[in-house]
Every structure is written in structure tokens, then in C-alpha cells.
């Protein structure tokens, strides 16, 4: 069984900064890409970055220059750090996992900005 666990969500001010972070535990044998997704209400889950076990990464549009994922491989973890965030960035955020077998979720964290 595999276990994905995201923490660092909170409130935070227009302008400031959050970092995420996501540990995938259990029964991991090879861990290709690890990402990040949100989902505000009433819109579909979309991506916000992805990054493969070699370090390439890609962001989507509206948060290139802003945001940073990272990933500690020996610790199977993914961080994200979020700068300048905007209220548009009001979201629950969600860790995804990929491995060769299957791709796995995290619970999601609630991710605040107020104006």
C-alpha cells in the first residue's frame, strides 16, 4: 500500500509565501514523476508543476516565475515553494506519485490567499 501525505497549506496574505511539502511512504519500488495539482471550487483539477526523478520540471502558465518545485529522491518527497501568491491561487492542492504500476493521490491541503 502506498501512502501519500501532503503538508504546509494555510492562510496567507496577497504577495506572501507557502511552501508545500509531500512524502510518499509504502510499498514504492520506483518513482518516476511526482507533481502538484489544485482544484478550486467549481473548476476541474488542474496542474500546477511536475518533476521527473532526473529534475526536469515544467509549470503551468499562471505560476512559471512564482512558484518552485523541488524533489528530495532518496527521500521520496516533493516540495513546493510558492512566492508573490494572489488570491487566484486559493485552492486544495494535491500531491500526485507516479510509478511505472500506478499513480497515486494525496488528501489534498487547503491552500488560502486573501486580499
Known amino acids: 500500500q502506498v501512502h501519500v501525505v501532503e503538508s504546509g497549506g494555510g492562510l496567507v496574505q496577497a504577495g506572501g509565501s507557502l511552501r508545500l511539502s509531500c512524502a510518499a511512504s509504502?510499498?514504492?519500488?520506483?518513482?518516476?514523476?511526482m507533481g502538484w495539482y489544485r482544484q478550486a471550487p467549481g473548476n476541474q483539477r488542474e496542474l500546477v508543476a511536475r518533476i521527473t526523478s532526473g529534475a526536469y520540471a515544467i509549470y503551468a502558465d499562471s505560476v512559471k516565475g512564482r512558484f518552485t518545485i523541488s524533489r528530495d529522491n532518496a527521500k521520496n518527497t516533493v516540495y513546493l515553494q510558492m512566492s508573490s501568491l494572489k488570491p487566484d491561487d486559493t485552492a486544495v492542492y494535491y500531491c500526485?506519485?507516479?510509478?511505472?504500476?500506478?499513480?497515486?493521490w494525496g488528501q489534498g491541503t487547503q491552500v488560502t490567499v486573501s486580499s
Open positions: 500526485n506519485v507516479m510509478t511505472p504500476a500506478a499513480g497515486y
Open positions: 509504502g510499498s514504492i519500488f520506483s518513482i518516476t514523476v
